[in-house]
């Protein structure tokens, strides 16, 4: 049974090009989440979606961010006209409806912005 | 106002010398406390569910616990491949499934 599948692994972009991160969740999973996190630093909570909706995105900022998780197809973390600023690990994590609390994390993808 | 406070950030341990990471945590209410393990360039690993004070898990030398305020992961004995950072992370009762992160604890244990 496949893990949490994110790709690409590493991906390096200059200012102002878009940035799609795509993440495929465990095989039975309906809940998917992202993460950024800066060295050194925590896990910061973006979005939550369930297939076809958008549950919460209280952390996603308000401009450039959106994510989707479409009925057939991996979940897209979409960063437009990125900035340096943008430069971090985004990890996406899935979980079961029956054990939401307990998320399965990929490798993650790493964001450079020149 | 950070929900999810761990100390210390970083933690320094001789092959088995025992000790504690802690995690406290300020929520209206408590849907569940998880403790997680990322070792460097890596996702985090799931590691236990809390869900309720007084409860305890264990899993080989890590066990945790839980009160009403701060949940506590002991680490026995441990070994160089202990080392990692251990994350702490809540969902609130009213907030879905939404799971808030701490900042970690650094865990380094040499031989």
């Known amino acids: 049974n496949a893990g949490v599948m994110q790709n690409p692994r590493h991906l390096v972009r200059r200012r102002g090009q878009e940035a799609r991160l795509r993440c495929s969740p465990m095989k039975g999973h309906s809940h998917v989440y992202w993460y950024r996190q800066l060295p050194e630093e925590g896990l910061k909570f973006m979005v939550y979606?369930?297939?076809?909706?958008?549950?919460?995105e209280s952390g996603m900022p308000k401009e450039r961010f959106s994510a989707e998780f479409p009925k057939e197809g991996p979940s897209i973390l979409r960063i437009q006209q990125v900035v340096r600023g943008d430069s971090a690990a985004y990890f996406c994590?899935?979980?079961?409806?029956?054990?939401?609390?307990?998320?399965?994390f990929g490798e993650g993808s790493r964001l450079t912005v020149l | 106002e950070d929900q999810v406070t761990q100390s210390p950030e970083a933690l320094r341990l001789q092959e088995g010398e025992s000790s504690s990471l802690n995690c406290s945590y300020t929520v209206s209410g408590l849907r569940g406390l998880f403790w997680y393990r990322q070792d460097p360039g890596k996702g985090p690993e799931f590691l236990f569910t809390l869900y309720s004070a007084g409860e305890e898990k264990e899993k080989e030398r890590l066990k945790a616990t839980l009160t009403k305020k701060e949940s506590f992961l002991h680490i026995t004995a441990p070994k160089p491949e202990d080392s990692a950072t251990y994350l702490c992370?809540?969902?609130?009762?009213?907030?879905?499934?939404?799971?808030?992160f701490g900042a970690g604890t650094r865990l380094f244990v040499k031989a």
């Open positions: 992370a809540v969902q609130e009762l009213n907030g879905g499934f939404k799971t808030i």
């Open positions: 979606l369930q297939k076809e909706n958008i549950i919460d």
């Open positions: 994590a899935s979980s079961s409806q029956t054990r939401a609390g307990e998320l399965f």
